[in-house]
């Protein structure tokens, strides 16, 4: 069997009706029934019914894709071996923890619950943007991001996701200057999200703190597999670095792109991500096409996830 790595995919891989081929499976629905005791609302019927206004809101859509995230790794666990090691873009980093016994499963749901809500008010709506960047040099987009931030106007590098592929996020007007320069510089694309608030950058400074201090009374135990974080792109299985790690990840970029590479240098063969959607297993093979990749969404998705590891 391939040395593998799960992965778990972060806030935009929801939509309406995602896992509903997925549901019949008795694991997913036990899962599901512990995030509707969990939040206290019915998030299995969101998830397959929406509305699309609803699911959409960051602190339902967040407790949305830990849960079907989680809901495939308890089913990938049940017919393999354990992986090497877990990564999770953003959001998916709480995903990781949970697979990893860091954080208890419930205790998670009601936690990215918090932090939907608490990155959605640590910046004004209208205040804050993001914007995809394609192929612009990693260095150059740093450096334009610095140049045209003022001292109450700022845009940051947020995402590293692929080479050549990088989000920035900041105030709204140094973002709009941003995209206008990228544009000029020659980028593919430039392509504004639409997100409700600044993710992975200094902006979300009140956002942290408000985790911060959640954090405080959750249990939270070593990992019994190294969590590969994103403001570090290194494995940590420490509760305490990881704690701090988690906290650290609201304010500062997702390094996607080593994360990837750290996992190969380490011996890793094969990605699996686990939750809705592939978004990762694209970013995955544009980052390295020599590791084994696949997605766990439904059943057939897992018989081609344990071929691919066999």
């Given at each position: ?134 192929g612009i040099d990693d260095n150059a987009i740093i450096e334009t991001c610095a140049k045209v931030s003022t001292d109450s ?158």
């Amino acid at each position: 069997m391939k040395k593998f790595a799960a992965v778990f995919p972060g806030q935009g891989s929801q939509s309406v009706g995602m896992f509903a081929d997925f549901m019949d499976n008795e694991i997913v629905k036990a899962t599901y029934a512990e995030a509707n005791e969990a939040l206290g609302y019915d998030l299995q019927s969101v998830t397959l019914n929406g509305p699309d206004t609803e699911l959409n809101k960051t602190e339902v859509t967040q407790p949305a894709i830990l849960t079907a995230s989680v809901a495939a790794f308890r089913v990938l666990m049940s017919k393999s071996e354990k992986p090497v090691a877990l990564a999770g873009h953003s959001l998916g980093e709480y995903s990781a923890l949970v697979a990893a016994g860091v954080i208890d499963f419930k205790d998670a749901v009601r936690l990215v619950r918090l932090r939907g809500q608490a990155m959605q008010e640590a910046v004004p709506a209208g205040v804050g943007a993001m914007a995809a960047i394609l192929g612009i040099d990693d260095n150059a987009i740093i450096e334009t991001c610095a140049k045209v931030s003022t001292d109450s106007e700022k845009v940051w590098a947020a995402n590293f996701n692929t080479p050549g592929q990088v989000v920035i996020s900041g105030n709204k007007t140094a973002v709009d200057k941003a995209c206008a320069e990228f544009t000029a510089m020659g980028a593919k694309r430039v392509v504004p999200l639409a997100v409700s608030a600044p993710s992975h950058c200094p902006l979300m400074q009140p956002a942290a703190d408000r985790l911060a201090e959640a954090l405080k009374s959750i249990k939270i135990n070593d990992a019994s597999i190294p969590v590969y974080v994103n403001a570090l792109a290194k494995p940590l299985t420490k509760a305490s670095d990881l704690v701090d790690a988690l906290v650290k990840q609201l304010t500062m970029p997702v390094r996607w792109v080593e994360t990837v590479q750290a996992l190969k240098a380490d011996g890793v063969e094969a990605l699996i991500e686990c939750g809705p959607n592939k978004v990762l297993c694209g970013l995955n093979r544009r980052i390295d096409k020599t590791l084994g990749s696949a997605n766990i969404c439904n059943e057939q998705t897992l018989e081609k996830a344990l071929e691919e590891l066999a």
